[in-house]
């Protein structure tokens, strides 16, 4: 499917976007928010072959979708969806977690760079939590994590890390190699270090 149009709008200080995605007469419409999926709920259509596919998507049908995403996020619909079910299941927050990938609910929680990180004991398969806040350091190292969840790896030049994230001071008396290496094995991540054209740069993956 390819990225037809986006909506944006703002609610309680957030930034979210309504894409539609569309595949001929074919459409599908989901809220985001940083990039990600804001809840659970997308929606889709499948429209006649008779309509002209220049506009369909400007179409009452399609547009009453967008409707429902907007008001899905304006009236909190997901978390309120999933309160009540959790609430219903009786059960504690951690009996709710599952990897997306193989089902397995053997999952263990730690706190990784000021967020909640989840592996699998299953598959291996490691996702996060969202962040409450972000700062500077934080964004550049989400930039590795979600490079590496998304394309199974991630390169960056080592200066990066070196003057905005592993500050080498002397409180903390870590060298940059020490700082790298404990935060990658944190995160379970590898990674090698390679030169090109006399930059320095570090390649991550898992
Ligand atoms: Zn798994």
Redesign the pocket.
């Known amino acids: 499917m390819n990225l037809i149009k986006t909506d944006t709008f703002e609610f309680e200080g957030k930034k979210y976007e309504i894409r539609i995605h569309g595949s001929a007469w074919d459409f599908t419409v989901r809220a985001y928010l940083n990039g990600k999926p804001a809840n659970g709920y997308s929606y889709s259509i499948s429209l006649p072959t008779a309509i002209d596919l220049k506009n369909a998507h400007n179409l009452d049908a399609v547009q009453i979708l967008v409707g429902y995403a907007k008001r899905d996020i304006k009236q909190n619909m997901w978390d309120k969806y999933i309160k009540a079910h959790v609430a219903s299941l009786k059960k504690k927050p951690k009996e709710t977690l599952g990897?997306?990938?193989?089902?397995?609910r053997?999952i263990s929680v730690s706190k990784v760079d000021e967020r909640d990180m989840f592996e699998?004991?299953?598959?291996?398969?490691i996702c996060y939590g969202e962040r409450q806040t972000t700062s500077g350091p934080l964004s550049i190292i989400d930039d590795i994590t979600d490079g590496v969840t998304k394309n199974g790896s991630h390169e960056i030049e080592t200066s990066i890390l070196l003057n905005f994230v592993f500050r080498t001071d002397e409180r903390c008396g870590l060298s940059f190699q020490d700082q790298l290496l404990n935060w990658a094995q944190q995160n379970k991540l590898k990674y090698d270090a390679f030169d090109h054209e006399g930059t320095q740069y570090l390649r991550f993956w898992r």
């Open positions: 990897c997306r990938k193989c089902g397995s053997d699998c004991g299953n598959c291996r398969d």
